[in-house]
Nanobody
Framework: VQLQASGGGLVQAGGSLRLSCAAS????????MAWFRQAPGKEREFVAA????????YYADSVKGRFTASRDNAENTVYLQMNRLKPEDTAVYYC???????????????????WGQGTQVTVSS
């Protein structure tokens, strides 16, 4: 499956952005989808995930209550709505997909075989 992320940009603290990740080349509903991010000088970290088919969501503690992940299986797209953004949310955001990731590994980047190219999110203070 190929993934194309979009929607990043520059926003002031407290603002909102919505990221999209369009998938092609696979049966989208059978893939668990996730968002990770990597800030300069830091390791890539888990942000959110949407479980395959039933669409249950999981979040990092740092974004819980501010970010909402969702999927539209008809549009083969996963979204990340980011509200009340903070400067520490500044990072390159990546979407990832895998059919076989198990629930206990859903927050682990090693569980995902397919990655998008990343989209930059910059939050100014």
């Amino acid at each position: 499956v190929q993934l194309q992320a979009s929607g990043g940009g520059l926003v002031q603290a407290g603002g909102s952005l919505r990221l999209s990740c369009a998938a092609s080349g696979g049966t989208f509903s059978t893939y668990s989808m996730a968002w990770f991010r990597q800030a300069p000088g830091k390791e890539r970290e888990f942000v959110a995930a949407v479980w395959r088919s039933v669409g249950r969501t999981y979040y990092a503690d740092s974004v819980k209550g501010r970010f909402t992940a969702s999927r539209d299986n008809a549009e083969n797209t996963v979204y990340l709505q980011m509200n009340r953004l903070k400067p520490e949310d500044t990072a390159v955001y990546y979407c990832a997909a895998d059919r076989g990731v198990i629930l206990s590994q859903i927050r682990n980047e090693q569980g995902y075989d397919y990655w998008g190219q990343g989209t930059q999110v910059t939050v100014s203070s």
